[in-house]
């Protein structure tokens, strides 16, 4: 097939530290040139991939420093793909919604992967109105929200086989990764180090927006306390010693959570996720074998104290069978086909038959 992968624009594929996103296009995109397929990545120009790269943007534009208006950009590159569609079978887009007013015009078949939540009251009016947008959620819980959209399935994320490796002698400490914010609930996981007594490493950026959060809630915790190591954001190597090496990655959510990427990266290194009960997590999480789902601070001190009993080799066969690059690329694959045969099937319906004079 000829795809198009359509990728947001604030980091590069693959993103040099932070950016969930991208890091899936990336592997997606990978998987499917190894199985064959002629693809072309719409992406910021400092990207890495060994498909085609058309470069939207010069760089990334969160490392850019970029402070303008990003809806420019993503409206140009939407212009560019559009400018492109003679070479494509499929559009895979993983952007936003300014492409939704074409669905009904583009004479190429396409989806969108949906990769953050929907509880914006505003979601549903959208979803509503644009009802010909085929849809893939990353979760079924992601989906809660606006169950009227056109969903063509859930495609849970999946990564490189050989991207992390296998630890199994873990040292006493837990990890945490992920940004800084109420959602995230960094406060959660000093709170349950501190009362266990072991150490927390965490790996986060913080954003402006969560800077209050920050200097209100985590800094007091943060004074005087010398179980916390705060190391900032990793790249892959860094989160090949930070998460091979810990008891247990921490994964405090205080929101509806549509996949969290960093479980599935915990779990290819044979290390066990202590995850609050909701959003994704029930789906990503199977109870006792990858980790353990908890609903308070008292829930998780206590899984943390058993956590050895989990079987670290157990923890990684879970995350080959359910969360592989290949098996992403397979399933994103049966759906391209089914698009684009309906497509044909439409086209060929509505081609009127030529009858002799």
């Known amino acids: 097939m000829r795809i198009a992968q359509i990728s947001p624009l604030h980091e ?56 303008g208006d990003p809806t420019i950009h993503e409206v140009i590159q939407l212009d560019q793909v559009v400018a492109e569609l003679d070479r494509f079978d499929i559009l895979h887009f993983h952007t936003g919604h300014f492409h939704f007013p074409l669905a009904s015009r583009l004479p190429v078949p396409f989806l969108n992967t949906l990769h953050g939540p929907l509880s914006a009251p505003e979601q549903r009016d959208l979803y509503r109105r644009f009802q010909a947008v ?70 986060a950026k913080i954003d402006r927006a969560d800077n209050a959060y920050y200097r209100d809630v985590i800094e007091p915790m943060l004074q005087g306390n010398p179980l916390v190591e705060f190391i900032g954001e990793v790249d892959d190597a860094g989160k090949q010693e930070l998460l091979g090496n810990a008891l247990a990655l921490l994964f405090p959510i205080d929101w509806p959570e549509p996949f969290g990427l ?22 990503v999480i199977e109870e006792g074998i990858n980790g353990t789902l908890v609903e308070s601070i008292e829930e998780a001190i206590e899984a943390v104290r058993h956590i050895e009993g989990l079987e670290r080799e157990r923890v990684r066969a879970n995350f080959e069978v359910r969360f592989s690059a290949a098996r992403q690329a397979e399933d994103y694959e049966n759906l391209y086909h089914h698009l684009i045969q309906a497509r044909r099937s439409q086209t060929q319906m509505v081609v009127p038959t030529l009858h002799a004079a």
């Open 12 to 67: 590069s594929v693959p993103p040099l530290r932070y950016g969930g996103t991208e890091r899936v296009v990336h592997y997606l995109t990978e998987e499917l040139v190894k199985r064959g397929h002629e693809v072309v990545l719409f992406a910021s120009g400092d990207s890495s991939t060994s498909a085609e790269l058309y470069p939207c943007v010069p760089e990334a534009l969160r490392l850019a420093g970029y402070t």
């Open 134 to 203: 085929p849809l893939v959620s990353i979760s079924d819980a992601q989906r809660l929200p606006v169950p009227e959209a056109h969903w063509l399935g859930t495609v849970y994320h999946g990564l490189p086989m050989d991207l992390y490796r296998f630890e199994p002698n873990p040292q006493p400490y837990l990890a945490f990764i992920g940004r800084v914010s109420p959602e995230k609930r960094l406060d959660r996981a000093i709170e349950i180090a501190t009362a266990v007594g072991l150490p927390l490493k965490v790996a």
């Open 262 to 283: 960093v479980m599935i990266e915990a779990n290819a290194c044979g290390t066990p996720v202590v995850a609050w009960r909701n959003g994704s997590t029930p789906e």
